[in-house]
């Protein structure tokens, strides 16, 4: 029967460890397993908080268009379609430039 037992090199003291999440010297986690879930872990959190940092921080267009006065809350519709109307236009010369550069 084949032993399926492996052995990992801890990469900060160099001692070597069988089927072990942690090295077994120091303590350091050897697992690519366990580091990989860990890395992905992390980044879901990160993704969560700036997408918490930004529901309650919205920008000031946003912030104008929820005033209770409304003449703010007009100036943010102004601010917001004057955004959108500048970026629409962008795009359209972007298009158009690329459109020309084809031939």
């Not at 350091?28 to 992905?40: A, D, F, G, H, P």
């Not at 993704?47 to 000031?60: D, G």
Request: with cysteine; aromatic share 14%; net charge positive.
């Amino acid at each position: 029967m084949p032993n399926t037992s492996s052995h990992i090199k801890c990469s900060e003291c160099g001692v070597f460890s069988s089927n072990s999440d942690h090295c077994e010297n120091c303590g350091v986690l050897i697992s690519y397993q366990k580091k990989i879930t860990l890395k992905r872990e992390a980044q879901t959190q990160k993704r969560i908080a700036k997408a918490t940092w930004q529901l309650e921080h919205p920008n000031l267009a946003e912030r104008l268009k929820q005033h209770p006065f409304f003449l703010y809350k007009i100036a943010g519709w102004v601010l917001y379609s004057a955004f959108l109307v500048v970026s629409a236009f962008g795009a359209f010369l972007a298009w158009f430039f690329a459109m020309v550069a084809a031939g």
